[in-house]
């Protein structure tokens, strides 16, 4: 079975009067413990494919069927239930909650998992020493570099087991250093995880860590 | 965590915060501070009409009394008013039964005439204070002397008010020839001597007082035509009022409050004023609050994206939104009252409020009731959550993905 299947999506947006597509008909298969990159310009959609498989808007026409859960038919809850359970989430602008240190944010997403407070204390020991970030562990983001933040917000992703991370140009806000150790990181974690992981970016260097790159020109797939 | 992420939020834009809550302590604080203040003027209003004759309670024969019985008291007479006295004696929260008459009659001064209306109450007790700032308690006080002294065991003393001592020419010591209208329209007549002048502004020409022992032949009736009852304390008015309605029930009762028109109308111009600058507090604590909260959801786009994406509910997003505004509501609410009553330290530690009324100066303390105070907050802190609620569902209703690209 197929971790991703996206069938005949389109996506449009309407900017005034005017109804701009952003995805056209994109037929699409990944599967499990795959990882994978779309690549492209800005406006290619890259971003658009990315929030339509992590659940975060729903395609104007078409499916995306996730680990077999053809998710454009869930109710918003169900659908944040499904964030939380099914998806890590990883963005380029790290996107921390800048009120909770590092241990509560990779704690938050666990939170609502029901997850007993023993298990949550392991798992986030777990995952900060997994990104090395011990010392750390009581800062808050606002505290950090750039490249901290960002394996916060890596062992927020992965602290859930999710099947499918999804990193949307996780390297751009990075110099090319840290770049290569944020990359380091998830690959590494997605051996020992199995996750199924999608990239969206324009950095080169993340294109070395995949075996297949999506290439999107103006909606499109223009080669696999 | 949702409460922890709500106050963290509140604590991190400092100034705004600040300057929301400031409006509710403001609001709250001065709010508490004139309610307090009416309330002791009314308490003070309220207490001396009570002293000055109408006491807690009065009893008539009929309710007519009530706006006749003075012109013609004969009319009311109560019959039996030594048994009803005692058995007003028995009750445990009436502390003076005090029986009495009032009629008009001529009074005739050294080359004047004029009518007044006379009001005669057992010697002991009546007494005048002997100052403006004196108070009496427990028994009839109209007013204070400001010539004279109270009366003696003399039953042939009259106390009359500085406005028809003047008119009448009279002063202490000269004697005043009262005379009444009996019953069937015979005229008598009995000599006063003027022991006492009070300070009686408008009423002091109309008023004069003798001694109860001394009435009966005035109007040729032993018994009184009503009792003023005082009680321990004034919030047993109620209470008593209900008793002695079902122990009486041929008897007219009064409350003070039924009796005291202008006290009710001044005390309800004061609640109108009060119930507008309440609103007023409350649209402006509605308007911040939202404002805030607007303000808030708007700036933190990216950041409630980001927690709808990794699984937070629209419900707890409006949740945490929601408490946000309600912690700001209890901050300003609670801090509202502290000011108040830190307010109201100050105040009286320098003196009062200094309030003239009728040529004289007094200074009003003010003592915040707790009431007043959860009176206060109450409606400011569910506002103050009422004003988030918009700004609370339109966060929990964004797009995911349109917040997060912010």
């Not at chain 2, 028994?139 to 003393?157: A, H, R, V, W």
Request: aromatic fraction near 8%; include cysteine; charged fraction near 20%.
């Amino acid at each position: 079975m197929n971790s991703i299947h996206i069938e005949n999506v389109s996506k449009n947006y309407t900017l005034g009067k005017v109804e701009v597509p952003a995805l056209k008909n994109i037929n699409l298969s990944v599967k499990h413990g795959e990882i994978i990159c779309i690549m492209g310009p800005s406006g290619s959609g890259k971003s658009t494919l990315l929030n339509l498989i992590g659940a975060l808007d729903t395609p104007t026409n078409g499916e995306v069927h996730i680990n077999g859960e053809n998710i454009s038919t869930l109710t918003d809850r169900a659908l944040s239930k499904f964030r939380n359970r099914t998806l890590g989430f990883i963005f380029q602008s790290f996107n921390l909650i800048p009120v909770l240190s590092v241990s509560e944010n990779i704690e938050y997403p666990l939170l609502i998992q029901d997850i007993s407070t023993s298990e949550r204390r392991d798992r986030v020991k777990e995952y900060i020493d997994a990104v090395g970030l011990t010392p750390y562990s009581s800062r808050y983001p606002d505290e950090l570099s750039g490249g901290q933040r960002q394996r916060v917000a890596i062992a927020r992703a992965l602290a859930t087991h999710p099947s499918i991370i999804i990193a949307d140009e996780p390297t751009a806000n990075l110099d090319h250093k840290t770049g290569k150790e944020v990359m380091d990181l998830i690959s590494s974690m997605n051996k020992k995880s199995g996750s199924t992981v999608i990239f969206a970016t324009h950095d080169p260097i993340v294109s070395n860590y995949t075996k297949k790159i999506i290439r999107l020109k103006d909606g499109e797939i223009s080669e696999i | 965590m949702i409460i922890k992420i709500a106050v963290k939020n509140i604590l991190r834009n400092k100034r705004r915060t600040i300057l929301t809550s400031l409006a509710m302590i403001l609001g709250i604080a001065s709010l508490l501070i004139f309610t307090s203040f009416i309330s002791e003027q009314m308490k003070g209003f309220r207490e001396g009409i009570i002293r000055e004759g109408l006491g807690h309670i009065q009893i008539a024969s009929d309710e007519a009394f009530y706006s006749k019985g003075k012109f013609d008291p004969s009319a009311f007479i109560i019959e039996n008013s030594d048994s009803i006295e005692s058995k007003l004696q028995s009750n445990d929260n009436i502390i003076n039964v005090i029986p009495s008459i009032g009629f008009s009659a001529m009074a005739a001064g050294k080359d004047k005439t004029i009518t007044l209306l006379i009001k005669a109450y057992p010697l002991d007790k009546i007494h005048f204070a002997n100052n403006h700032n004196e108070t009496v308690n427990g028994q009839i006080s109209p007013s204070f002397l400001i010539d004279g002294k109270n009366f003696s065991s003399k039953t042939d003393e009259i106390i009359i008010g500085d406005l028809a001592a003047k008119i009448l020419g009279i002063k202490c010591g000269d004697v005043l020839t009262i005379m009444s209208i009996l019953p069937g329209g015979a005229l008598n007549a009995s000599d006063f001597t003027v022991c006492g002048i009070y300070k009686g502004g408008d009423s002091g020409k109309i008023y004069a007082y003798i001694p109860y022992e001394s009435s009966g032949k005035l109007i040729d009736s032993k018994n009184p035509s009503s009792f003023t009852l005082f009680l321990s304390s004034e919030n047993q008015t109620e209470k008593t009022f209900q008793t002695l309605k079902k122990s009486f029930p041929d008897l007219s009762i009064k409350p003070w409050n039924e009796l005291a028109d202008f006290y009710t109308q001044v005390n309800g111009m004061y609640n109108a004023f009060l119930k507008v600058i309440s609103a007023i507090m409350i649209l402006v604590t509605v308007f911040v609050v939202m404002n805030t909260m607007t303000m808030s959801v708007f700036e933190r786009m990216r950041e409630i994206g980001t927690m709808r994406a990794v699984g937070t509910s629209r419900k707890t997003i409006f949740s945490m939104l929601s408490i946000e505004g309600f912690c700001l509501g209890i901050f300003g609410s609670f801090t509202g009252i502290f000011f108040g009553y830190l307010l109201s330290f100050a105040i009286n530690g320098l003196g009062g409020i200094p309030f003239s009324y009728d040529g004289f100066d007094y200074h009003i303390m003010i003592f915040p009731a707790f009431s007043d105070a959860i009176e206060a907050a109450l409606p400011v802190l569910f506002v103050s959550l009422a004003g988030t609620l918009p700004a609370a569902y339109k966060g929990s209703r964004l797009s995911v993905a349109e917040t997060l690209r912010y």
